[in-house]
């Protein structure tokens, strides 16, 4: 039996995509949260962010090395104050 391709203008289909925005909003603020030297923290959440956004392995690996330089300088918002 072939799979059949979900109609995106279902109801349901619109009512799946509203969870996963709140699940993909709920999972970045939990990452936010988390402050830079708690890295392994962060590094469990990259996994789910990544299938959510469906990043590229390179896309994946720039935002590792990203993560590791911006908790080396003192968090994401240091640059404003913020920290």
């Given at each position: 039996?072939?799979?059949?391709?979900?109609?995106?203008?279902?109801?349901r289909?619109?009512?799946?995509?509203?969870?996963?925005?709140?699940?993909l909003?709920?999972?970045?603020?939990?990452?936010?949260?988390?402050?830079?030297?708690?890295?392994?923290?962060?590094?469990?959440?990259?996994?789910?962010?990544?299938?959510?956004?469906?990043?590229?392995?390179?896309?994946?690996?720039?935002?590792?090395?990203?993560?590791?330089?911006?908790?080396?300088?003192?968090?994401?918002?240091?640059?404003f104050?913020?920290?």
């Amino acid at each position: 039996v072939a799979l059949e391709e979900p109609d995106p203008a279902s109801p349901r289909a619109a009512a799946r995509d509203t969870v996963d925005l709140l699940y993909l909003k709920n999972v970045l603020v939990k990452y936010l949260e988390i402050p830079p030297v708690e890295q392994d923290k962060r590094e469990r959440l990259l996994p789910v962010i990544s299938m959510l956004l469906q990043f590229s392995p390179d896309e994946l690996k720039r935002i590792r090395t990203s993560a590791v330089v911006t908790a080396d300088a003192g968090g994401w918002f240091s640059g404003f104050g913020f920290n």
